[in-house]
């Protein structure tokens, strides 16, 4: 079986080559750049640029899968400022255009791509003890950024796809996802990351610095489970998307005391000014149990352990 993986050097990506290959695949990468921390394993590494139409016929052979995961994308810091709205979308959709009009034209059965809960409506996700993230509560459509935007537009363009030209789409929306080998410094770190780094580089009896003041709510997914959850999506049958989460839903001062408890450091929060999204947001995973019979084997913690590990690691080593 062979497999293309676009945005093979980012941090889902690159994981999934991995798992790809662990399982016998042939796979092609495609990113603008290879993978951080880590060589590639991929069989081919196509460093490119797929706002280009013509690689992105270039690398889709047919018969080949697609898990289209390419991005431009970052935390709250890069995704909610603002001030990177244009060049998101465009580059976004632009990848997306191109993909589906690839896989058209090179008659590919299945492609995957990777949708966001940051599509769900910002009018469902006031209270940060009760946010609703069901598949169906999508529209009428708010998403509280520009990203969610486009994330929505893509969706409907692999389903018309789907419809009009008979590709087999599988979507995923993803609800944070983290553990080892992602972005934890630089501004496009996402919050689990940066509350690695932060406690990390705080001395015992420090201040740690919040966004906000602290409680809102989010979920957190460790990467190997949203691995499993690909696959069972890609094996399935069902084409509508679903979320891949995890219910256990924490506020940001949570987060930080379990850290902290990992970390064995007790640091005094101090909530500061600064982009936050909504006030809360969970998946609700309903729909994926009853269709792929999926859901998260561990808790939020134990995904944390082996996270704070390698973050305190790359912090010690100096690494900029
Ligand atoms: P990431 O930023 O680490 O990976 C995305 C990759 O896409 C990057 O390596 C980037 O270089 C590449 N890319 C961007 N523009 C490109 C272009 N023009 N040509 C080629 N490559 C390009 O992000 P990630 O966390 O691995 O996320 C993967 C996908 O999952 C993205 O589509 C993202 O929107 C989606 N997602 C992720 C999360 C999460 O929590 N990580 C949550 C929701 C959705």
């Given at each position: 079986m062979e497999a293309l993986v676009c945005g093979a050097g980012g941090f889902i990506g690159h994981h999934l080559v991995k798992r790809l290959k662990r399982e016998g695949w042939f796979v092609r990468g495609v990113d603008?750049?290879?993978?951080?921390?880590e060589e590639t394993l991929a069989d081919d590494f196509v460093i490119g640029d797929l706002r280009d139409a013509s690689l992105c016929r270039d690398l889709v052979k047919p018969g080949c899968r697609v898990f289209q995961l390419a991005a431009d994308m970052g935390g709250a810091g890069y995704?909610?400022?603002?001030?990177n709205d244009a060049v998101i979308m465009h580059n976004s959709a632009t990848i997306n255009l191109n993909m589906l009009e690839a896989c058209r034209l090179k008659g590919i059965g299945k492609i995957f791509f990777s949708s966001s809960a940051?599509?769900?409506?910002a009018y469902n996700q006031q209270d940060p003890d009760n946010p609703v993230c069901s598949e169906?509560?999508?529209?009428p459509a708010q998403p509280d950024s520009e990203y969610g935007w486009e994330k929505l537009f893509s969706e409907r363009m692999y389903f018309a796809y789907a419809r009009n030209f008979g590709l087999d789409v599988r979507i995923a929306r993803f609800h944070n996802i983290f553990g080892?080998?992602?972005?934890?410094?630089?501004?496009?770190?996402k919050a689990p990351a940066a509350m690695c780094r932060k406690i990390a580089a705080a001395d015992d009896g420090g201040e740690l610095e919040i966004w906000g003041d602290g409680e809102q709510t989010r979920s957190f997914l460790y990467i190997d489970e949203c691995l499993d959850g690909i696959f069972k999506l890609m094996a399935s049958n069902w084409s509508g998307p679903v979320n891949i989460g995890s219910e256990e839903m924490v506020s940001i001062n949570q987060l930080a005391e379990m850290v902290m408890a990992i970390a064995g450091k007790k640091l005094r929060i101090v909530h500061v000014d600064g982009p936050q999204g909504v006030r809360g947001r969970t998946s609700d995973n309903r729909l994926i149990e009853a269709?792929?019979?999926?859901?998260?084997?561990?808790s939020l913690e134990n995904g944390l352990v082996p996270t704070y590990a390698w973050i305190a690691e790359q912090w010690k080593a100096g690494r900029k």
């Open positions: 603008l750049k290879y993978p951080e921390f995704v909610f400022s603002g001030e940051c599509i769900y409506p169906d509560s999508a529209y080892p080998l992602g972005t934890w410094q630089g501004g496009r770190e269709k792929l019979f999926w859901k998260p084997q561990q």
